[in-house]
């Protein structure tokens, strides 16, 4: 497994920047809905309110986070470089973007041209990240490091899986924008965008990010290698038998049961090694780790719950814990260790150091923070904590306590705003650096020997 990364290969800041501030202005947006609209938000998760911020988090929060964190980790692990960079993320960060907050508005106001708005934009979206990320893989397949096949194996599954995703969720919109629907493949968009897409890619980046930024044990290698093959075919299997009338329901449960095993193994290897990490303190990226593998974990159960209970909020609590929960946790923690990590590289990356007078890199040393100076652990262990406590309100709130409705869009909302400021200053900083890197004057030219 590749354990070193190539920085040398990272892309512009304004390649990934521009989807990492997503982030947090859509979670404020959802947070602004959630309590706009109060407890009933989550009352059926077939209400407009719940779909609707259902897909600023999925699209808005989730989407902005892994599209931008994928093109940077395909570049520096995997020696696949995404050309021309920042054409392809500024097309798909704006398309994206719009066609949210179009879908949103769809879905609360029930308007065909939102409908049309967000199928024309989202396709193009995907349309364009697609190919351009499909055509780096074929362009570079033969240039790609040694040991960067677990990363890639699960990595074009969850491409392929967000194919199929939009596909589906593109020809829904169109259809509801017509006065039609298509509630039969509402399923298969679920199952292929939480488990396929989000599933496959955050285990992907666990075969990489785990070793390298909390240093824990490399994952075992049969796991590594079976699962993200494994994962898609029982995906198909699932989407064939839910297509098919007249089978037994028992073999569509059987493959969800093996789909459930199958990241239950991932998970629970992710929290052994996690748990026995090298590095002595739990960061705030640590804890955000736990938390979204806990929440993970806690989806067996509730689960079983909704097969075989008879309660109606088991599947609103289950898609909470698997999007706020689970992928929303870690999706929030990686950014604070993606984020810093990116301003402090590319502020050393401006450093230019005269070659006639070397001692103008202490100069440039002085004034350049460490990557730890550009957010504190303070702060985010603070997010953090805000961040539990609003994913508890959202989960209560998702099983029927009106009071934990009502608390958790404040929540979501304070929690978005630590987050929005925590970043803002990180970016404050590194342009403060880069300013007072101007500011030096220049060397004087070395003495001429006569």
């Not at 947070?31 to 109060?38: D, E, K, V």
């Not at 796991?223 to 299997?237: E, K, Q």
């Not at 950014?335 to 890199?361: E, G, M, S, T």
């Amino acid at each position: 497994m590749q354990r070193a990364l190539d920085f040398d290969k990272t892309p512009a800041l304004a390649v990934p920047l521009p989807f990492f501030l997503n982030v947090p202005v859509f979670g404020l947006l959802a947070g602004l809905l959630m309590t706009w609209a109060g407890p009933q938000a989550l009352a059926t998760r077939w209400g407009g309110t719940a779909l609707a911020l259902t897909h600023l988090w999925t699209l808005g929060i989730l989407g902005s986070a892994m599209l931008g964190a994928l093109i940077q980790i395909l570049a520096v692990a995997c020696n696949v470089p995404v050309r021309p960079a920042r054409l392809v993320a500024a097309s798909a960060h704006g398309l994206l973007t719009l066609g949210t907050l179009a879908l949103a508005a769809g879905f609360l106001w029930w308007l065909p041209a939102a409908w049309f708005l967000a199928a024309a934009a989202l396709s193009c979206t995907f349309i364009v990240y697609l190919g351009a990320v499909g055509l780096a893989l074929w362009r570079h397949r033969k240039q790609v490091y040694k040991g960067a096949r677990e990363i890639l194996v699960p990595v074009r599954g969850a491409l392929l899986s967000l194919a199929l995703t939009a596909l589906i969720g593109v020809s829904m919109a169109v259809s509801l924008g017509l006065g039609s629907s298509l509630s039969h493949w509402l399923g298969s968009h679920i199952l292929w965008g939480l488990l396929g897409w989000g599933g496959l890619l955050l285990m992907g980046m666990s075969f990489q990010l785990l070793p390298i930024f909390q240093l824990t044990e490399i994952f075992p290698k049969p796991l590594a290698r079976w699962l993200p093959l494994l994962i898609p075919g029982l995906l198909l299997a699932w989407t064939a038998l839910d297509a098919s009338s007249g089978l037994p329901r028992l073999m569509r449960e059987t493959v969800e049961l093996l789909l459930a095993g199958a990241y239950a193994a991932w998970i629970g290897t992710a929290l052994q090694r996690l748990w026995h990490r090298k590095r002595p303190t739990a960061e705030p990226t640590t804890l955000f780790w736990f938390t979204g593998l806990l929440c993970l974990l806690a989806c067996a159960p509730v689960w079983v719950w909704m097969r075989h209970g008879q309660s109606a909020h088991a599947e609103t609590v289950l898609g909470v814990l698997l999007i706020a929960g689970g992928l929303g946790s870690v999706v929030q923690g990686m950014l604070y260790k993606i984020f810093p990590f990116l301003l402090w590289k590319h502020a050393q990356d401006a450093v230019v150091v005269p070659a006639h007078n070397p001692a103008y890199a202490k100069i440039y040393l002085k004034i350049l923070p460490k990557m730890g100076a550009y957010i504190p652990e303070r702060p985010a262990q603070w997010h953090w904590a805000v961040h539990v406590l609003m994913l508890l309100a959202w989960v209560l709130a998702a099983a029927g306590w009106a009071d934990a409705g009502r608390a958790a869009g404040p929540l979501l909302i304070l929690a978005a705003l630590m987050q929005g400021w925590n970043l803002a200053r990180a970016l404050r900083r590194y342009r403060r650096a880069l300013a007072d890197m101007a500011a030096v004057p220049p060397a004087p030219p070395a003495p001429q020997p006569r």
